[in-house]
């Protein structure tokens, strides 16, 4: 149980495009996802926190209006890096927060991780 | 205060060594401590968690020590495997019921377990 999917696994995209990543909670509801960056051999950087049926929370030096989260449901939640540049370029990764009750407490499961190449 | 530092920032084991992974915390207030394993090009796997009602943790290979009076908790690998070769990352967080609480990462350990 507990596994959360992610699509695309990678993606190339021209600069100035937008590029949409989806977080899918596969056998379970989340009402929390979470949103990261990872740059080559360094940490996770969370970027935001997204809850259904909600706006997203972003972490300090974000640009929300970069990085548009959506949680449409409690199986999906969407990140739309728009008007991308080369500097995007990164591995995000998305992860899920098990309901109370299923693992315990607080329990977060990630995505295999979309590696996005911005030309 | 919201930092987790972790070292070594890198770990060559031989095989069947005991790699011990190293945490500390600042904020009190963290009570919930998993590890992450993740592999080049993957998402990071939850490998085992603590809460500090407990001083250790073993499941499988994988042993999580937790000293609540220093602040500091471990991961240690028995029986380690070139498998095992991996990026690990200790984690913290405030396991509230309610609302969901950002975990907070550690810089990471690149360990290499050589046949």
């Known amino acids: 149980g507990a596994v959360v999917s992610q699509h695309p696994s990678w993606v190339i995209c021209k600069s100035g495009t937008s590029v949409k990543i989806e977080c899918r909670s596969l056998?379970?509801?989340?009402?929390?996802m979470f949103w990261y960056r990872q740059f080559p051999k360094q940490s996770l950087m969370l970027m935001a926190t997204?809850?259904?049926?909600?706006?997203?929370?972003?972490e300090q030096g974000v640009e929300k209006d970069k990085f548009l989260i959506n949680h449409a449901s409690l199986t999906l939640s969407t990140l739309t890096v728009t008007s991308a540049h080369p500097e995007d370029s990164s591995f995000y990764i998305c992860?899920?927060?098990?309901?109370?009750?299923?693992?315990?407490?607080?329990?977060?499961?990630f995505g295999p991780g979309t590696r996005l190449t911005v030309l | 205060q919201q930092q987790v530092k972790q070292s070594p920032q890198s770990l060559i084991v031989q095989k069947g060594g005991i790699p011990i992974i190293n945490c500390a915390y600042e904020?009190?207030?963290?009570?919930?401590f998993p590890w992450y394993q993740q592999f080049p090009g993957k998402g990071p796997a939850l490998l085992i968690a603590?809460?500090?009602?407990?001083s250790e943790k073993k499941e499988g290979r994988f042993t999580i020590s937790f000293n609540k009076s220093a602040k500091q908790f471990s991961l240690h690998i028995m029986d380690s495997q070139p498998g095992d070769s991996a990026t690990y990352f200790c984690?913290?967080?405030?396991?509230?019921?309610?609302?969901?609480?950002?975990?907070?990462f550690g810089q990471g350990t690149r360990l290499t377990i050589n046949p």
């Open positions: 056998d379970f509801q989340a009402t929390t």
């Open positions: 984690a913290a967080s405030r396991d509230q019921i309610q609302g969901a609480q950002k975990l907070v």
């Open positions: 904020n009190t207030a963290f009570d919930y």
């Open positions: 603590i809460r500090p009602d407990v």
């Open positions: 997204s809850n259904e049926g909600s706006k997203a929370t972003y």
């Open positions: 992860s899920a927060r098990v309901p109370l009750g299923l693992a315990g407490g607080n329990e977060q499961f």
